[in-house]
């Protein structure tokens, strides 16, 4: 069975940076497609970042230039950096795993893996 755990949230002023780590077991990192997504309170889940298990990398439009994801197949984990934090990045984030993502990356109903989630909050 696959678990994914998220670790790194916390507390931050805005622009300041963060950076989250999602470890996954059971399988290995190049073996999944591993995503990162956030849910700010009263909205939808969004996509943030995927790194395929082709080690391809995805962004949101959203985000794209200030967050960065980045695999260490080491040790069966995705990094998400992210800098010049704004209060409206305050959201729990989500790490999830499935397999080959492809051009469905940024749909939430194809992972099937998901962390705990790690609460992020930004200050203004």
């Known amino acids: 069975e696959i678990q994914v755990a998220e670790s790194g949230g916390g507390s931050v002023q805005a622009g300041g940076s963060l950076r989250l780590s999602c470890e996954t077991s059971g399988w290995t990192r190049t073996e999944l497609c591993m995503a990162w997504f956030r849910q700010a309170p009263g909205k939808q889940r969004e996509v943030l970042g995927t790194v395929d298990s082709d080690s391809t990398i995805r962004y949101s439009d959203s985000v794209k230039g200030r967050l960065t994801v980045s695999p260490d197949n080491a040790i069966n984990t995705l990094n998400l950096q992210m800098n010049g934090l704004k209060p409206e990045d305050t959201a729990m984030y989500y790490c999830?795993?499935?397999?080959?993502?492809?051009?469905?990356?940024?749909?939430?109903?194809?992972?099937?893996?998901w962390g705990q989630g790690t609460q992020v909050t930004v200050s203004s």
């Open positions: 999830a795993a499935t397999w080959a993502c492809g051009n469905s990356w940024s749909a939430e109903s194809i992972y099937m893996y």
